[in-house]
Nanobody, 122 residues
């Protein structure tokens, strides 16, 4: 089970940190990803992190602004979001994949959290 939290309303240029707590599985055995879905749009990849945390991957538009990290001792993955823009507004989802690959395709992630809403006002 994945439980995302940390969303909210923030002004453009502000920051938020999302958390995703995992339970019921060996957390360190999963690649973790963050995705987002804006109203009327398809779900899109934001960031992913390898099992150990040593490798990360980002959507081009968030590089340099967002940072994904994980704490395997706490079974939690984070997404630090800085310099937020109105176009970052979306429901953010965390997901887990046990393939061992750093994938950016939503359909390759079998496990999903419930989503947390991030709204960035201009």
């Amino acid at each position: 089970q994945l439980q995302a939290s940390g969303g909210g309303l923030v002004q453009a240029g502000g920051s938020l940190r999302l958390s995703c707590a995992a339970s019921g599985r060996t957390f360190s055995g999963y690649t973790m990803g963050w995705f987002r879905q804006a109203p009327g749009k398809e779900r899109e990849f934001v960031a992913a992190i390898s099992r150990s945390g040593g490798l990360t991957k980002y959507k081009d538009s968030v590089k340099g602004r967002f940072t994904i990290s994980r704490d395997n001792a706490k079974n939690t993955v984070y997404l630090q979001m800085n310099s937020l823009k109105p176009e970052d507004t979306a429901v953010y989802y965390c997901a887990a994949d046990d393939s061992g690959f750093l994938v950016d395709i939503p359909t390759l992630y079998p496990y999903w959290g419930q989503g947390t809403l991030v709204t960035v006002s201009s």
